[in-house]
């Protein structure tokens, strides 16, 4: 799989807006596709956060993920960096594709001087983030939704 920034395949910004609508949407009162087109603007860095990644095979989007300052930062307002975002349409789940994408966003994470990256998933047990050594922080309550505060240190 090939990594591309967002702001390098401005052209995906819709397909994109559309997978988060339908994924996350009804957690915002009111959002629209047109709120999330508006959103992904934030996202179109290379060179600094907060930055979308696209997983592509042979330009088709396979997934992507996002690395950003303060998802909840309202109730972690300590934990700076996160990984979110994360979205693979149904026809390439099962598949290592999420897994891929979320290496990827950790590695580059260090670059821009992340030491610990934070993220949130309604996958109680941890999921796939489990498998890939991110540890569990606390349960908790998210726009109604019950989650686990998970986190993953990059240093030595």
């Not at 990594?3 to 949407?25: H, M, R, S």
């Not at 290379?46 to 109730?75: C, H, S, T, W």
């Not at 047990?125 to 109604?144: F, M, S």
Request: proline fraction near 4%.
């Amino acid at each position: 799989m090939d990594f591309e920034y967002l702001v390098d395949c401005q052209n995906a910004i819709p397909t994109i807006a559309e997978w988060y609508v339908k994924q996350w949407g009804h957690l915002v009162e009111g959002d629209t596709f047109d709120d999330a087109l508006r959103r992904m603007r934030d996202y179109l860095n290379r060179d600094k956060i907060p930055f979308i990644l696209l997983g592509l095979d042979q330009n088709d989007i396979r997934g992507v993920a996002q690395l950003k300052y303060r998802e909840m930062g309202d109730i972690y307002p300590d934990r700076e960096h996160w990984l979110g975002g994360v979205y693979v349409p149904q026809e390439h789940r099962r598949r290592g594709v999420g897994s891929e994408i979320v290496e990827k966003i950790v590695s580059l994470a260090p670059q821009h001087g992340v030491e610990t990256l934070n993220l949130q998933t309604e996958k109680l047990d941890g999921g796939l983030y489990t498998r890939l050594g991110w540890k569990p922080v606390e349960r908790t309550k998210n726009r109604g939704l019950d989650v686990l505060v998970m986190e993953r240190r990059l240093g030595p």
